[in-house]
T-cell receptor, first 114, second 111 residues
Framework: GENVEQHPSTLSVQEGDSAVIKCTYS??????FPWYKQELGKRPQLIID?????GEKKDQRIAVTLNKTAKHFSLHITETQPEDSAVYFC?????????????FGKGTHLIIQP | DVKVTQSSRYLVKRTGEKVFLECVQD?????MFWYRQDPGLGLRLIYF???????EKGDIPEGYSVSREKKERFSLILESASTNQTSMYLC??????????FGDGTRLSIL
């Protein structure tokens, strides 16, 4: 089955700096890659997703890049703010929107230092 | 806005008990999922369903079963609870190629 590796497990950055979280996947048939943000005690919430027919997607301060050849994708957050502090999960799926279930990475705890 | 509701936020049960976790969604989604979340392990798929009375095993189905008698409701069943099933359980739903939406989770403790 699919295996998703996520790095780093903890990332501490100064407020205003950029943060990058990287994931690799094993199944070349995977075609959908969402990113979820989970604040303490709350549900995971989708922040951005990308499909395999696109190499990059951006939404304000957040961007995701996908390299299908290398089977890796990354989350980029620019101009980080205190409210960006959370655990971020990458995931991969064969089923387009995740209809067959998502395989998650183990998460990155992002800490924004004031 | 999609609403996925899990019946309990916190639940304490004893080993050997049969435990039911309930999930309801209000968006007429075909697909529903159960994950468990453990520190350092991320979210792992237990079971999912793509239609009423249909179920598929995920990555860690051992010790669990599910029931989907109505489209909006998906139940996770621990047939005989054990301490290694103490965890946070998250339900999610989706339709077609839409992203999965999660419930608030049930923190289950097995004593």
């Amino acid at each position: 089955g699919e295996n998703v590796e996520q790095h780093p497990s903890t990332l501490s950055v100064q407020e205003g700096d950029s943060a990058v979280i990287k994931c690799t996947y094993s199944d070349s048939a995977s075609n959908y890659f969402p990113w979820y943000k989970q604040e303490l005690g709350k549900r995971p919430q989708l922040i951005i997703d990308i499909r395999s027919n696109v190499g990059e997607k951006k939404d304000q301060r957040i961007a995701v890049t996908l390299n299908k050849t290398a089977k890796h994708f990354s989350l980029h957050i620019t101009e980080t703010q205190p409210e960006d502090s959370a655990v971020y999960f990458c995931a991969a799926s064969i089923g387009g929107g995740g209809a067959d279930g998502l395989t998650f990475g183990k998460g990155t705890h992002l800490i924004i230092q004031p | 806005d999609v609403k996925v509701t899990q019946s309990s936020r916190y639940l304490v049960k004893r080993t050997g008990e049969k435990v039911f976790l309930e999930c309801v969604q209000d968006m007429d989604h075909e697909n529903m999922f159960w994950y468990r979340q453990d520190p350092g392990l991320g979210l792992r798929l237990i079971y999912f369903s793509y239609d009423v009375k249909m179920k598929e095993k995920g990555d860690i189905p051992e010790g669990y079963s599910v029931s989907r008698e109505k489209k909006e409701r998906f139940s996770l069943i621990l047939e005989s609870a054990s301490t290694n099933q103490t965890s946070m359980y998250l339900c999610a739903s989706t339709s077609g190629v839409q992203p999965q939406h999660f419930g608030d989770g049930t923190r289950l403790s097995i004593l």
